[in-house]
């Protein structure tokens, strides 16, 4: 297959995805779910353990192919599961999902950058591949602080010569500030917005 030819079939998976996340939002709220905390708790609790584990694997394909931002995925948590196991189920699939994502670069290479991000921040962030031991830090600085795009930086760190052993300590420690920053933000703002 083609570099154009890929390209494409990520965009048409990335806009499919895009447009599911769309219709449930729509059915969700055309139904009252997404406007009736009640209506809401009633839907998530009827699907049990099932719900739980739907949600974690969302947010880890998220992270392999973004469809929505990252943060929306940790408000839509809070809202779903509440602040404790809310932060939980975020936390366990955006780790796994940044895992796959780096055993997805380690194993296709810099040319997949360029298939699933904008030029623009390939080369804002690639220069700090070249900065060796350093980019450690600066990656993990931006893994800790919710600013930079935590997708592309895993593909990106993949790419490099850092070990697994380092990369998973990086994102099992710094994940969790950033989920829960998100995840408290946003819930705020949307008690604010609905409340």
């Given at each position: 297959m083609s570099r154009g030819a890929e390209r494409t079939v990520l965009q048409a998976a990335s806009a499919v995805g895009f447009l599911l996340c769309a219709a449930v939002a729509v059915w969700g709220w055309q139904t009252g779910v997404l406007t009736s905390q009640e209506r809401l708790e009633a839907l998530v609790s009827s699907l049990g353990l099932a719900g739980a584990l739907l949600f974690t694997v969302f947010q880890a394909v998220q992270v392999v192919v973004p469809v929505l931002p990252g943060g929306l995925g940790c408000l839509v948590g809070v809202i779903l599961f509440g602040p404790v196991w809310g932060f939980v189920y975020n936390y366990v699939g955006i780790c796994a999902g940044s895992l796959m994502a780096f055993a997805v670069a380690r194993n296709c290479g810099k040319p997949l950058l360029?298939?699933?991000?904008?030029?623009?921040?390939?080369?804002?962030?690639?220069?700090?591949?070249?900065?060796?031991?350093?980019?450690?830090?600066?990656?993990?600085?931006?893994?800790?602080?919710?600013?930079?795009?935590?997708?592309?930086?895993?593909?990106?760190?993949?790419?490099t010569d850092m070990t697994w052993r380092r990369y998973t300590a990086i994102i099992l420690l710094g994940k969790p500030f950033a989920i829960a920053l998100y995840s408290l933000g946003l819930t705020a703002v949307w008690r604010m917005l609905v409340g």
């Open positions: 360029s298939l699933l991000f904008s030029e623009k921040t390939i080369r804002k962030y690639s220069r700090w591949a070249e900065e060796g031991d350093r980019f450690a830090r600066l990656f993990a600085l931006a893994i800790f602080l919710p600013v930079a795009p935590d997708d592309f930086l895993c593909y990106l760190a993949g790419t």
